[in-house]
């Protein structure tokens, strides 16, 4: 079945950095897009970033210039780099990915910025 494991999230000053990565398995990695979501308290989730196969990025307006995705299909990973941070960046980040039309997450980890 398809999993995702995220991992690297945790407590950081404004102006800091954090690397999030996000295992994934069940599935065959490197023909699908991957995604990074978060959802802050009282807030909807949105899109942070996305990678496509061929490895083309987007980004929300809020995180341009600040983050960066990038995906390592050797080891079915998916990463994001995370700089300048800011206390609004203070969310559960999700790894997505939508496998013939059926969206799966993982369980989030937890990002907060705060001094």
């Known amino acids: 079945q398809v999993q995702f494991v995220e991992s690297g999230g945790g407590l950081v000053q404004p102006g800091g950095s954090l690397r999030l990565s996000c295992a994934a398995s069940?599935?065959?990695?490197?023909?699908?897009?991957m995604s990074w979501y978060r959802q802050a308290p009282g807030k909807e989730r949105e899109l942070v970033a996305r990678?496509?196969?061929?490895?083309?990025?987007n980004y929300a307006d809020s995180v341009k210039g600040r983050f960066t995705i990038s995906r390592d299909n050797a080891k079915n990973t998916v990463y994001l780099q995370m700089n300048s941070l800011k206390p609004d960046d203070t969310a559960l980040y999700y790894c997505?990915?939508?496998?013939?039309?059926?969206?799966?997450w993982g369980q989030g980890t937890q990002v907060t910025v705060s001094s």
């Open positions: 069940g599935f065959t990695f490197s023909s699908y897009a």
């Open positions: 997505n990915a939508v496998i013939w039309s059926i969206a799966y």
């Open positions: 990678v496509s196969t061929g490895g083309y990025t």
